[in-house]
């Protein structure tokens, strides 16, 4: 009898975003093991924000003028479409979070009955998991809750939300509470886990899933394009780089704070950043104001297929996450891309990073917070007598052996055989 699991996601392609990426390995995946996946997007997806309480404002995916529509189709996966709520709820702060709820609810019920899925699987925000637990219950099929993070820790991270203040308060609870409704729990991480079963919900509970990469999809890197490196005033220096999103959480501060320090003692280094994001001008001003303005590379955001061009540029890669609870609960994607592609990194010790890394074998650990420690691993890194041949090895070897998205999906079937009360 082949598993029918009908998914709820927050957002999906062919928006582009680790969440996305993610969600479609997930799928994939599971096809591979003869399950049949239906899968339903948020009114996030069409509404220009998406990310629940963090509210992020992303481009609208590509469906013309209407982009109301009720199917859609990316990268080969069907993705049914849940239309913006209306009414006054809808454009009313906090109101519009609930008016958001009712319209998933009411979407995922029609599709349920519709499509008789013997699992609906509900992926984070929270804002997606009640509307699979009340339309669960009513339909009498079990629900998986994922939780990729918390939600609210990020909102902190933003500036949309007070730590402990009540709205955080409020979306903690809702999670608390939709954890123990649901018939399992996924979490992404040890970090995230931990947390949960500090809240009192049992072990046996919570499975996990880690993140992975699809290793077919990373080839060893080949070197710098000596025409880029040129293209970008980069010829003959040495580079630290980072590739990805510009939030105060990942630290890029830390990185321009450290490069004088650099420089001193590795004055043909470089910073290249590639992406965007909130920080940006900020990280722009700081690094005039510091008079490293020359030394440091803004790129923008690249086309997703020339990001391994500029990867191939960098000679350490550098993820400085700062000290939080978002840092020290979740693991981060970025640095598997990196050991895939067999680079050398350095990162910061919170907690999501010491799940992904191990000090001195696949990559070099620094104190979260700590300039200084930053500017002599870093320095340190960039003078292995071997270039980090042996950690570029071993990074590479651990997500081939452990990190891939075969070995990671495969812990689903425990856990909906739980959910379901049955062996898959």
Not at 158 to 186: I, N, P
Not at 208 to 229: Q, R, W
Not at 298 to 310: A, K, L, Q, T
């Given at each position: 009898?082949?598993?029918?699991?009908?998914?709820?996601?927050?957002?999906?392609?062919?928006?582009?975003?680790?969440?996305?990426?993610?969600?479609?390995?997930?799928?994939?995946?599971?096809?591979?093991?003869?399950?049949?996946?239906?899968?339903?997007?948020?009114?996030?997806?069409?509404?220009?924000?998406?990310?629940?309480?963090?509210?992020?404002?992303?481009?609208?995916?590509?469906?013309?003028?209407?982009?109301?529509?009720?199917?859609?189709?990316?990268?080969g996966?069907?993705f049914?479409?849940?239309?913006?709520?209306?009414?006054?709820?809808?454009?009313?702060p906090?109101?519009?979070?609930?008016?958001?709820?009712?319209?998933?609810?009411?979407?995922?019920?029609?599709?349920?009955?519709?499509?008789?899925?013997?699992?609906?699987?509900?992926?984070?925000?929270?804002?997606?998991?009640?509307?699979?637990?009340?339309?669960?219950?009513k339909?009498?099929?079990?629900?998986?809750?994922?939780?990729?993070?918390?939600?609210?820790d990020?909102?902190?991270?933003h500036?949309?939300?007070?730590?402990?203040?009540?709205?955080?308060?409020?979306?903690?609870?809702?999670?608390?509470?939709?954890v123990?409704?649901?018939?399992?729990?996924?979490t992404?991480?040890?970090?995230?886990?931990?947390?949960l079963?500090?809240?009192?919900?049992?072990?046996?509970?919570?499975?996990?899933?880690p993140?992975?990469?699809?290793?077919?999809?990373?080839?060893?890197?080949?070197?710098?394009?000596?025409?880029?490196?040129?293209?970008?005033g980069?010829?003959?220096?040495?580079?630290?780089?980072?590739?990805?999103?510009?939030?105060?959480?990942?630290?890029?501060?830390?990185?321009?704070?450290?490069?004088?320090?650099?420089?001193?003692?590795?004055?043909d280094?470089?910073?290249?950043?590639v992406?965007?994001?909130?920080?940006?001008?900020?990280?722009?001003?700081?690094?005039?104001?510091?008079?490293?303005?020359?030394?440091?590379?803004?790129?923008?955001?690249?086309?997703?297929?020339?990001?391994?061009?500029?990867?191939?540029?960098?000679?350490?890669?550098?993820?400085?996450?700062?000290?939080?609870?978002?840092?020290?609960?979740?693991?981060?994607?970025?640095?598997?891309?990196?050991?895939?592609?067999?680079?050398?990194?350095?990162?910061s010790?919170?907690?999501?990073?010491?799940?992904?890394?191990?000090?001195?074998?696949?990559?070099?650990?620094?104190?979260?917070?700590?300039?200084?420690?930053?500017?002599?691993?870093?320095?340190?890194?960039?003078?292995?007598?071997?270039?980090?041949?042996?950690?570029?090895?071993?990074?590479?070897?651990?997500?081939?052996?452990?990190?891939?998205?075969?070995?990671?999906?495969?812990?689903?079937?425990?856990?909906?055989?739980?959910?379901?009360?049955?062996?898959?």
């Amino acid at each position: 009898m082949t598993l029918r699991i009908l998914h709820v996601f927050d957002h999906s392609l062919p928006l582009h975003s680790g969440y996305t990426f993610r969600s479609a390995n997930i799928l994939r995946q599971q096809r591979k093991l003869g399950w049949e996946t239906f899968h339903v997007t948020s009114p996030k997806q069409v509404s220009g924000v998406v990310g629940g309480s963090t509210a992020l404002r992303i481009r609208r995916p590509p469906c013309g003028e209407n982009c109301s529509v009720a199917e859609e189709e990316a990268d080969g996966l069907r993705f049914f479409r849940t239309p913006q709520p209306t009414g006054l709820a809808s454009r009313l702060p906090v109101l519009n979070q609930w008016a958001f709820m009712r319209a998933t609810e009411q979407r995922l019920l029609g599709l349920a009955r519709e499509l008789k899925p013997d699992l609906l699987h509900a992926h984070s925000p929270v804002l997606n998991a009640w509307p699979a637990i009340h339309v669960g219950e009513k339909l009498g099929i079990p629900v998986v809750y994922e939780i990729r993070a918390f939600w609210e820790d990020a909102a902190v991270d933003h500036g949309t939300q007070k730590e402990d203040g009540l709205r955080y308060r409020l979306t903690k609870t809702m999670e608390t509470r939709a954890v123990q409704r649901a018939s399992q729990v996924v979490t992404i991480c040890q970090g995230l886990r931990n947390d949960l079963i500090a809240r009192g919900i049992p072990g046996d509970k919570i499975g996990t899933v880690p993140n992975a990469v699809d290793i077919e999809h990373f080839s060893l890197s080949t070197g710098p394009d000596p025409e880029l490196k040129a293209g970008l005033g980069l010829a003959g220096c040495r580079i630290i780089g980072f590739l990805g999103s510009f939030y105060a959480y990942e630290g890029l501060d830390m990185l321009i704070a450290a490069l004088p320090g650099i420089l001193a003692k590795a004055p043909d280094v470089r910073l290249l950043l590639v992406g965007g994001g909130p920080q940006e001008a900020n990280l722009k001003a700081q690094a005039a104001s510091m008079g490293v303005a020359d030394k440091v590379v803004f790129v923008g955001r690249v086309p997703h297929g020339e990001v391994s061009r500029y990867y191939d540029l960098v000679d350490l890669l550098a993820y400085p996450r700062h000290p939080m609870r978002l840092t020290e609960l979740v693991t981060p994607l970025k640095p598997l891309e990196a050991m895939a592609q067999g680079h050398l990194l350095i990162a910061s010790d919170v907690g999501g990073h010491k799940e992904l890394i191990e000090d001195g074998k696949t990559g070099v650990l620094f104190r979260a917070g700590d300039v200084n420690d930053l500017v002599a691993k870093a320095v340190a890194a960039l003078s292995l007598p071997d270039e980090g041949t042996a950690m570029r090895a071993n990074g590479r070897y651990f997500v081939e052996t452990e990190r891939n998205w075969a070995r990671s999906i495969a812990n689903y079937k425990a856990i909906y055989g739980r959910a379901l009360g049955r062996s898959l």
